[in-house]
């Protein structure tokens, strides 16, 4: 792995990372598969359970019309018998291949409780009551029968759904079971290659680093680690040019100081071996006169003359020599000037000078007053220094193209590199580091602290960090960076970023600190593991058939859900568009072609089409059928996919709807046409019979005749309580049809209160109840219908008074304004026995009192508290009530001030 590219590993690693992912979802893809067969077999429990309900609901039916018939013979209800034992005949028929021995039971049970229940109808006629009681007891003893045996059959089968149920969650553990195993054995591997790939990118690198700071820290021999082909290698070899720069300038400043030990060696004992010395050496008198030399002074003046040195020569003829002969390069087109810079410069000496010769030598000339006013000159030959120097100089240069190239190379690693030392002290960062952190080069100038670094990125904002917890965040990262090795460890910056960091602690003291910004990759894992979600839900949620069309081919591939729908062989996997039309129903045909026709037209988004299938078992199954294409650059469609859902019971439960609605709808108008021609009929004699009841009471009472008074009493209460019914019974049927008039008009609602609390008086004083009225003097006027309105709170105040014995009954009235609509507020509250919750959900419901008990004992019919609410609803308010057994009730009335025609144009 060594020989690869960083990128290369990276890419094995993410090649990798993905087949383990491929594998993973193969694997769970059969899990769901086998899964999906087993929802498949449960169907048949699921139809044997319905069936056995639908039986039972068809005897209770059965047994409704039969104890009806009992009663009141009828040829409806004996029809209504027919039919619900024809209906549950068939159900046992259904349940037969199921339990044939528990049906054949029940057959027998149907016949004997037929023939009982028919003796006891035929008895009744015939006015044998004895016998007709004695049959129905025996029809009845059939009923409990078969009442039981039903309820064991449908148990039997709910205990073998349940037994399924248990066997399928144990399969599906199972299956989870195997995919956590397969996951974690695919996460041990990726975290396995995980480590392999690390490992072979942090090892060199470590080892390189550690190079670095040996040779930052003057080891020169250190070993470099082998070069490979990566970009490790690359920094490798530069690593070794800076090296060897470095070992050339320190041999070349070893021996500069040695021959500067050299030079000051000689002219401290020049007195004693001047000719032993290696430099040329000169002495001149006060006036200027060479009168002492050694044979290295005569080596560099040797051109001068032959011979000799020039004893007794002044310094400016032998310079002006030296000049005119061209030995000093720098003289040429100038000798005057030249001459009389270097008579300057030795009469009064302030350092070395350096000449260069014609012939490519140096030499460097000290000069010092002597005390007696001579001068002494002493030339060494720095021809070897000076190239020294100039190797020196090449090997810097050398060393400079080193660092950038190494630069360079740090610059384009995609990761960001931080090196400090041992004080945390910014050394070196490259160009990802400064980009990632959004900071210029200017910026790290020497002595750059990682603290100021941090601090710098925080005023940037890049952390998502408070304020307060700034502090101890800064500490944190500080105490990381001084340890040898931490993280790696992940950040989130404000800039949606997320980077992975470790510090590196580097022999000598030093630090390194990686910065890899690893956001694509996070968003990736995040999408791929979003993906795998998504799709593992559509294959484990999705019941339907896959279809994918070739429409250049008029190839349709379709999936084994699909055949199983439509009914087409196992075998069958490619259909052509003229063998798929012809599983479509043939009414149907057209519907589907137009939809396909349409979609493949562009005049719709998609293709949808409900119809259908009559496939090789000649049973027609409602499906959806819905798809989408892909079209070329002319809206060409050369492909189109989608899906067959199975719909068969929907249609069957709209259908069924359909028809119980209508037979609903129909029994209501019957109900309501019924109800409404009874009352008019039973009204007119009633009116007339408490009209004379109340004309006899009035005689008799003038007769003081007491013995008829009290029955007479009775006729017209009792006639009253009945023409409240028949009222009650028109209102309920006036508003079920619709047609309930409400006579608008403007009425002060405090003269309103105060008659409903007048006529209430009564009631209050027949159970010695105390009435409170809590109404304003002035609540203004209401316009609304008044009669419907007095109904109601007589209604409410007539319940409270009946049903608190010697206790309170409180009317409180306030008028509430909001907005534009102003409301009147209701509410009445009572002392007596209250209601639990069970009777509160049953109150506002049509003929079902809140108790039957309570209807033994205070009567009512239960239409008064439903009409009552059906009015408020009308009204355009609405009713509420609060109670709590045996301590009180209270009901909250609000109707709108002004109608209900404001009321639904504001909700509008």
């Known amino acids: 792995m060594l020989k690869v590219s960083i990128l290369s590993r990276l890419v094995i690693f993410a090649s990798a990372l993905l087949l383990v992912t491929i594998a993973s979802n193969v694997y769970l893809r059969s899990k769901v598969d086998k899964g999906a067969e087993m929802l498949v077999a449960d169907e048949r429990l699921v139809d044997k359970l319905e069936t056995a309900i639908d039986a039972s609901r068809a005897f209770g039916d059965l047994k409704y019309w039969l104890l009806e018939l009992s009663v009141v013979p009828r040829a409806r209800t004996h029809a209504n018998v027919i039919d619900s034992r024809r209906l549950l005949a068939e159900k046992l028929d259904a349940l037969e291949s199921f339990d044939p021995e528990g049906v054949a039971v029940l057959r027998l049970e149907m016949g004997s409780l037929m023939d009982t229940t028919l003796i006891a109808i035929e008895s009744y006629t015939e006015n044998k009551r004895a016998l007709g009681d004695s049959f129905l007891a025996k029809g009845l003893e059939h009923i409990r029968v078969l009442d039981r045996r039903l309820s ?30 397969a996951t974690l054995i695919g996460t041990v591997f990726v975290i396995a290659l995980t480590v392999l790939v690390v490992q072979s990118i942090t090892r060199p690198l470590n080892r390189l680093m550690a190079a670095m700071t040996a040779i930052i820290g003057g080891n020169l021999e250190v070993d470099l680690p082998p070069p490979g082909r990566d970009e490790i290698g690359a920094m490798t070899r530069a690593l070794g040019l800076l090296r060897d720069s470095f070992k050339e300038r320190q041999k070349l400043m070893a021996e500069r100081e040695y021959a500067e030990t050299t030079r000051r060696q000689a002219e401290v004992q020049l007195s004693d071996a001047i000719e032993s010395i290696s430099e040329g050496f000169a002495l001149y008198d006060s006036n200027d006169r060479l009168v002492l030399s050694n044979k290295r002074f005569t080596d560099f003046l040797y051109r001068l003359r032959e011979g000799g040195p020039p004893i007794g020569e002044t310094f400016g003829d032998i310079v002006r020599r030296a000049a005119e002969s061209g030995l000093v390069p720098d003289a040429e087109g100038q000798v005057q000037e030249w001459i009389q810079r270097r008579l300057e410069d030795h009469r009064n000496p302030s350092g070395p000078h350096v000449h260069q010769l014609r012939d490519g030598r140096w030499f460097q000339v000290n000069e010092r007053k002597t005390r007696d006013g001579g001068r002494v000159a002493v030339y060494m030959d720095i021809t070897e220094l000076k190239q020294h120097e100039q190797n020196l100089a090449k090997a810097n240069q050398e060393k400079d193209t080193a660092l950038r190239e190494l630069n360079a190379v740090m610059d384009n690693i995609r990761y960001g590199i931080l090196f400090m030392d041992e004080n945390l002290v910014i050394r070196l960062t490259n160009r990802a580091y400064r980009e990632i952190w959004g900071i210029a080069e200017e910026f790290y100038v020497p002595g750059r602290t990682l603290q100021e670094d941090i601090e710098r990125t925080h005023e940037l904002g890049l952390y998502q960090i408070s304020e307060e917890d700034w502090d101890a965040f800064l500490k944190e990262r500080l105490e990381m960076a001084n340890r040898d090795n931490a993280g790696p460890s992940e950040i989130h910056l404000a800039n949606g970023k997320i980077l992975q960091f470790q510090y590196i602690g580097l022999p000598g003291g030093g630090h390194m600190a990686t910065y890899f910004d690893i956001t694509e990759l996070k968003h990736a894992e995040e999408a791929l593991r979003r993906s795998e979600e998504r799709y593992a839900l559509a294959i484990k949620g999705s019941n339907d058939g896959l279809w994918d069309w070739d429409t250049d081919n008029d190839r349709i591939y379709i999936s084994p859900r699909f055949k199983e729908i439509a009914g087409i062989d196992l075998e069958v996997n490619v259909l052509d568009s003229e063998q798929m039309l012809s599983y479509v129903h043939p009414e149907d045909r057209a519907r589907h072609l137009q939809a396909m026709k349409a979609y493949l037209r562009g005049e719709v988004e998609f293709y949808a089409a409900e119809y259908r299938l009559t496939g090789a078992s000649r049973i027609d199954r409602w499906v959806l059928n819905r798809g989408v294409g892909q079209r070329d650059d002319s809206g060409h469609v050369y492909r189109v996919a989608g899906s067959l859902t199975d719909i068969t019971v929907r249609k069957e439960a709209e259908f069924a709807l359909r028809n119980a609605k209508e037979q609903a709808e129909a029994a209501t108008r019957t109900k309501s046409q019924f109800l409404a021609n009874v009352s008019h009929e039973l009204r007119t004699p009633l009116n007339a019979i408490i009209g004379l009841a109340e004309m006899l009471k009035e005689e008799a009472e ?18 009253r309580h009945l023409l409240h019914l028949i009222n009650d019974l028109l209102d309920v049927t006036k508003i079920e049809a619709g047609k309930l008039d409400l006579h608008m008009e403007d009425f002060s609602i405090s003269r309103m209160v105060q008659d409903v609390s007048t006529t209430t008086l009564t009631l209050a004083a027949a159970n010695e109840n105390q009435l409170v009225v809590d109404c304003g003097d002035d609540l203004g006027i209401m316009h609304s219908d008044i009669t419907r309105v007095r109904q109601i709170l007589l209604n409410l105040l007539s319940n409270a008074c009946k049903f608190t014995e010697k206790g309170r009954v409180t009317l409180s009235v306030e008028r509430e304004p909001s907005g534009v609509q102003d409301w009147l507020e209701v509410r009445v509250t009572d002392t007596g026995i209250g209601m639990s919750e069970e009777q509160m959900a049953r109150l506002f419901q049509e003929f079902t009192p809140a108790d039957n008990s309570m209807t033994r004992k205070y009567g009512g019919t239960g239409l008064g508290l ?17 109670s709590e057994l045996n301590q009180g009730t209270t009901f909250k009335v609000r109707l709108p001030i002004r109608g209900p025609a404001l009321t639904a144009s504001l909700q509008s």
């Open 152 to 181: 064991d059959l449908v148990n039997n089968f709910i205990n073998e759904v349940g037994a399924r149920r248990a066997d399928a969650l144990f399969d599906a553990r199972r299956a989870s079971d195997a995919s956590l195993a």
């Open 702 to 719: 003038e007769l003081r005749n007491e013995d008829v008074l009290e029955p007479l009493q009775r006729i017209v209460s009792a006639g």
């Open 866 to 882: 439903a009409i009552s609410r059906r009015l408020c609803e009308l009204l355009g308010g609405n009713i509420d009530v609060r």
